[in-house]
């Protein structure tokens, strides 16, 4: 396709991982970021050492601290900010466009005390005139490994299949395939509930209970997810792809999981607080176990891990008590999913 201006915000691994591949791609990207000295890396060094280590940046990838001039006439907004930002900064971009443009996002998670899907919530800041449509990027992928150009899969969910094919057109190359979809629900709600699960992973490993536990644990979690997006509006048929079992695996078995990292720390018996400031980056799934566990009670749908993960979380319990008391419930048929 012809070669566009790309507007990538939120220059942490993600954004600058995508950035790199739509560099790669040909396309004019400008990463916008907001501390100096990341973007003054990107610009002089090439590298974001914070948060991709010491992986080379395309010498075209450029990075601006101003959110107008990686606007400008931009083809494509990547939003690629933490979901606690994703309110403030579509806020931003609502009242910079000058223009309507098609908006995509790839943060995963669901906005507590609203129960909102990332869509909805920059659906609610980014006002029609100024937006083609929304675009929901997902899929099991670690920035670090598309960072370095290793095979990774993800899907464009829209509503809109035009826009679909065009992110997908916009994206594709020889490391990175995209595939599309239209159930914008189910991939949003996927890519949200697999981190509350991927922390449950990482506590099990921190507690040392091996891999019959941990397969346990995802599919169990799965049924949870499932139960809730079905509940919610998500075709289930979802939740077997990409953006279900697909995000899953690579969350709850990867080292470069933020979820799964911060579950293991706290298996093996530190505190939260302590987990949170030791990563030095966000950790979706706390914020949506948080948010979960509350839709969870409106919506009066059983989701028994995600609570037990909350309540680790949230309620100081002790994460081997917590596992005790999900296998001590009552017995049931394993068919019940959703």
């Known amino acids: 396709m012809t070669k566009q201006k790309v507007a990538v915000l939120g220059a942490g691994s993600w954004g600058t991982a995508l950035g790199m591949a739509l560099s790669d791609n040909g396309h004019d990207v400008v990463l916008w970021g907001n501390r100096e000295d990341i973007v003054d890396e990107i610009n002089q060094k090439h590298h974001n050492s ?55 996002h790839v943060s995963k998670g669901i906005e507590p005390e609203t129960n909102l899907r990332m869509s909805e919530v920059i659906a609610e800041e980014i006002s029609l005139e100024k937006r083609k449509g929304i675009v929901v990027l997902s899929g099991p992928s670690h920035a670090e490994e598309v960072a370095e150009r290793h095979p990774t899969t993800l899907c464009a969910s829209s509503e809109n299949d035009e826009l679909a094919c065009l992110v997908q057109d916009v994206f594709i190359n020889n490391n990175l395939r995209i595939y599309t979809n239209r159930d914008v629900i189910g991939a949003e709600i996927g890519g949200a509930l697999k981190n509350i699960i991927a922390l449950g992973a990482g506590i099990s490993d921190g507690l040392g209970y091996g891999d019959n536990a941990k397969a346990a644990l995802m599919t169990r979690g799965m049924a949870e997810i499932t139960r809730l997006g079905v509940a919610v509006g998500a075709d289930p048929q979802t939740f077997y792809g990409l953006t279900g079992i697909g995000d899953l695996i690579v969350t709850c078995t990867s080292v470069h999981s933020r979820n799964w990292r911060a579950g293991n720390k706290l298996g093996q018996g530190e505190k939260l607080d302590k987990v949170l400031s030791d990563m030095g980056m966000v950790v979706e799934g706390v914020r949506t176990a948080k948010a979960v566990f509350g839709w969870a009670q409106e919506l009066k749908i059983d989701m028994p891990i995600s609570r037990a993960i909350y309540e680790v979380l949230f309620l100081d319990k002790d994460p081997a008590e917590a596992v005790d008391s999900l296998m001590g419930r009552k017995k049931k048929e394993e068919k019940e999913t959703f």
Request: aromatic share 4%; proline share 5%; net charge negative.
């Open 50 to 104: 914070h948060y991709l280590k010491e992986i080379q940046l395309p010498n075209g990838l450029r990075a601006t601290l101003s959110l107008t001039e990686a606007l400008a006439d931009a083809y494509l907004v990547v939003l690629a900010v933490p979901t606690s930002a994703m309110r403030e900064v579509a806020r931003q971009v609502d009242a910079e466009l000058r223009a309507p443009q098609i908006i995509v």
